[in-house]
Structures are given as structure tokens and as C-alpha cells.
């Protein structure tokens, strides 16, 4: 039974049509050994056996919270619906063809109670192809600069796969600014917990990410199952790059953080991304574009 004592957790984890990957994501977190869990699953309407098999769940674990829309509202919708339902002081998403170590969330636990300051903590990230094999490890990301802007300009310098996103949040924090419908939305959500609190990932557990599968495979694919203008499927990296610095402008910066400052944050993001993805990026050497990026940061 859960412990009263420990803090509650929730894990949601949106889903649609991948019951087989769905099981094991489900079983991962079941497992944890920081027993005050809550498992939060948005199902978007799906047309395979999940519904059977998560209210059979349900049914045997009281900590598994289902919820089924009757129609699919997209992917945004459905990762909103599980944070909105959620009853844990601490939250974080797990995509429903990914797994956790059983310390994962005890690890980020004492992290954060060791290091109050923290916003977000995530274990180190692996990736494995659609076939469950090993292909790399993505390097850690670590946001300790000393005010939210210089976390939040060095966090866009050098983001690439961003697996900090499967991180545990307070859930207080990341309901101030809700996914949105947009590309490089997770980007945001890490921004905006950067400006809240120290970001870092921690070497003792792990995070199991699929690639390749699902709606995430393509930027086209992303852009037409979020119901996107297709036009940024063309011009993905600027979409984000506007996306990126415009939702800073809109972010609720602590009151200690000056319009200035604020705004300041915004240009100088977009100047990092432009750097970064912009298309005359092919004619900058790629360590000169780090370095200019880390420059603006």
C-alpha cells in the first residue's frame, strides 16, 4: 500500500492504439519502488484492446486512474488531460512506448529534497529503436546558472533530443503553463520550468525512450496529427524558433525578473535558435555555431 507519509506522485502517460507498448510503460511505473504512486492514463479514443486492458487494471490497482476520451482530441489535448487529472505533488509525463528503472522516481525525490532549488530532475536518458535495441545515450542537461534567464538562454544553446522533458516536476509549477499546441511544445515546458528552478539529470536511474515509432516519427507527421498549418512542416525550425521566444514574452517569470530582463531572454532565444536551425546554418561550421550560440547565452 502506498506509504501516507511519502510525498504522491503522478505519472500520466497519454496513449492511443499501442496496448502491447502500453503494458510495459504501465508495468514500470507499478513497480517503482517509491510506492505513493498514481498512474494517470489518457486514452484518445482508442481502437485496440486498451480500453480492456487499462479499466481491467484499474479494476486490481487502485493508484491506476483511467480515463477514456470519446473521440481523439489529439496529442496536446490528451497531455493536458492527464496533468489537469492528476492528484500528486510531484508530476511528470512517460510516453506510452517508454519505461522507467524502478528507482526513478525515489532518485528524483532526493534529488530534489537535497537540492530545494530544483524544478525538475530526470533520470539519465538511453534510446532504443522500434526493435528494443540499444542505440545511444543522450548527454546529461544541467541548468544551475544562477538567474531563470541564463538557465533558460543556455538550455536553448545546447538542447538536441531533450529527454529532460520525462522529468518530475512539482505539479504546482508545470500546471502555470500548460502544453500548448504548437512545435517544440516539450522545448517550452522545459523552458518554463527553467525559469522556476534549477533543471539537472541524475546519473543514478534512468529513463527508456523509444524513437521512430508513433506520431513523432516525421515533423509532417507531427505537424498533421496536431492539426497544425502545414506550412510548418516547410518551415519547422523557424516555427519553433518563433514559437521558442514568443512563448518567454508570455511565460510567468518570477516578480524578482525585470520586463527587461524578460524580453531580453526572448531576442536573445531567438537569435540562439536562429543560429542553431536557421538554413544558412550549413554554412557555419558546426563548433562555430555552438560556440555562437553559447555566446548569445
Not at 505533488?89 to 528503472?101: E, P, Y
Not at 525525490?109 to 540499444?134: I, N, W
Not at 514559437?243 to 531576442?267: E, G, I, M, Q, V
Request: charged share 20%; net charge positive; hydrophobic share 45%.
Amino acid at each position: 500500500m502506498p506509504n501516507p507519509q511519502a510525498p504522491l506522485v503522478s505519472v500520466g502517460i497519454p496513449t492511443y492504439n499501442r496496448v502491447r507498448l502500453l503494458e510495459r510503460a504501465i508495468e514500470s511505473v507499478l513497480q517503482q519502488d517509491h510506492r505513493n504512486v498514481e498512474l494517470v492514463i489518457g486514452d484518445n479514443a482508442s481502437t485496440d484492446d486498451t480500453e480492456a486492458a487499462c479499466r481491467a487494471l484499474a479494476t486490481r490497482d487502485p493508484r491506476v486512474h483511467y480515463i477514456r476520451q470519446p473521440v481523439n482530441r489529439g496529442p496536446t489535448a490528451n497531455f493536458n488531460i492527464v496533468l489537469a487529472e492528476a492528484r500528486g505533488d510531484f508530476f511528470m509525463w512517460l510516453s506510452d512506448d517508454d519505461w522507467l528503472d524502478a528507482n526513478y522516481l525515489s532518485e528524483c525525490l532526493k534529488a530534489m529534497t537535497l537540492q530545494p532549488e530544483a524544478s525538475m530532475v530526470a533520470g539519465q536518458c538511453r534510446f532504443y529503436d522500434e526493435h528494443s535495441a540499444f542505440m545511444r545515450e543522450d548527454p546529461p542537461t544541467t541548468l544551475a546558472q544562477p538567474t531563470p534567464s541564463e538557465r533558460v538562454l543556455a538550455y536553448y544553446a545546447n538542447v538536441e533530443y531533450n529527454s529532460i522533458f520525462y522529468g518530475v516536476m512539482p505539479t504546482r509549477l508545470v500546471r502555470q503553463t500548460p502544453m500548448q499546441n504548437a512545435l517544440a511544445s516539450d522545448w517550452i515546458i522545459v523552458a518554463n520550468m527553467a525559469i522556476h528552478g534549477t533543471v539537472m539529470t541524475i546519473p543514478t536511474t534512468r529513463v527508456h525512450r523509444t524513437v521512430g515509432a508513433g506520431a513523432s516519427r516525421t515533423v509532417k507527421n507531427v505537424v498533421r496529427v496536431a492539426g497544425l498549418p502545414a506550412y510548418q512542416a516547410r518551415l519547422a525550425r523557424l516555427t519553433v524558433t518563433f514559437n521558442a521566444s514568443r512563448a518567454l514574452l508570455k511565460a510567468p517569470w518570477p516578480d524578482s525578473t525585470s520586463s527587461f530582463a524578460r524580453a531580453r531572454a526572448a531576442l536573445l532565444t531567438f537569435f540562439i535558435l536562429f543560429v542553431r536551425y536557421s538554413w544558412f546554418r550549413r554554412l557555419i561550421p558546426r563548433r562555430l555555431r555552438t560556440a555562437l550560440a553559447n555566446r548569445f547565452a
